[in-house]
């Protein structure tokens, strides 16, 4: 009876410590995943990059009519990742993985935020919770005309005479400097960046923002 009794009560203990564990993983899986998560993009992707960069301005459009954020979003630039490095010779064989654009916008009580959105060829879409103190070097890309996509963009590297840096991304964005420009396709890194114009297509090996 007491062997009984015993093994019962060492039952109720586990089941009440998996019960608690079961319940602590729960918690931990809520405060990982978005605010606001969802697939069903992936098949866009042939539709081709300026209309998945459409689908996540509109997005944000529909948080900002339901008051987040209160008072709209910049579309401060947009990064498409190639699954390797490009090259002149794999060029033409490279296939888009991710396309992840970011937004800037002002919360009242918790100041400057900063939204990701990110679609994945195999994820699907994700959109973690806002970034605060985040500081982007990038104007406003909301109003700016936009001429060239990021296909086009990637065909006139094509006719780069010079060397293409080491990079396995390409972003469009608007660089703020002395001189006004057009948003710019930029390939590249920190030290080594082509700057291929969205309006007109020109192709340079420095900022137009300062020269």
Known sequence: MKKSLILCLLLAIVSIMAT?????QSENKKQEIAYHDYDGIVQDFTAGVSHIQALHRQTMYQLAQQGKPVNG??????RVIFND??????IDDLHITDINDVFYYWDKDKGPQVQYINVNVKRGTQIPW??????????DLSDQPIKLSCEDAISRL??????????YFITLRLPVGPKKCNPQWTFGDEYNVVFIDAVTGEVRDYDPAFM
């Open 130 to 139: 806002p970034i605060n103190d985040v500081w982007i070097e990038d104007d």
């Open 85 to 90: 490095t490009l090259t002149f010779d794999n």
């Open 73 to 78: 979003y910049q579309w401060r630039n947009s």
């Open 20 to 24: 608690g564990c079961s319940s602590c």
């Open 158 to 167: 094509k006719e780069y005479n010079g060397t293409l840096p080491k990079s």
